[in-house]
């Protein structure tokens, strides 16, 4: 069974900055293969469609929305799968349960998402 935890979220007023972390855990298998796929974060803010924010591949090619670019830096620790991502300069539009997403195993796996509350 693969878990991904995200921590890191919170309130903040705008301008200020966060980092989310997301841990992934479970068997030799699993993790081995979510190693070698692609992780990122997605957003989902109240009443909207869950959206992308950032992907990085396990050779660290990165994308951004355009929403974010800029203000946002995704990372990954490969050897303890494990992904960042670094949110600066935040504004109240950025308020959104933020989830950590693999793309490996048969549909790819998703956290349990993360609070981040920005205040203008």
């Known amino acids: 069974q693969v878990q991904l935890v995200e921590s890191g979220g919170g309130l903040v007023q705008a301008g200020g900055s966060l980092r989310l972390s997301c841990a992934a855990s479970?068997?030799?298998?699993?993790?081995?293969?979510?190693?070698?796929?692609?992780m990122g974060w997605y957003r989902q803010a109240p009443g909207k469609q869950r959206e992308l924010v950032a992907t990085?591949?396990?050779?660290?090619?990165?994308h951004y929305a355009d929403s974010v670019k800029g203000r946002f830096t995704i990372s990954r620790d490969t050897v303890k799968v494990t992904i960042a991502l670094q949110m600066n300069s935040l504004k109240p539009e950025d308020t959104a349960v933020y989830y950590c997403?693999?793309?490996?195993?048969?549909?790819?796996?998703w956290g349990q998402g993360t609070q981040v509350t920005v205040s203008s």
């Open positions: 997403h693999s793309d490996s195993g048969r549909n790819g796996y």
């Open positions: 479970g068997s030799v298998f699993a993790i081995n293969d979510i190693s070698i796929n692609t």
């Open positions: 990085i591949t396990a050779g660290g090619r990165t």
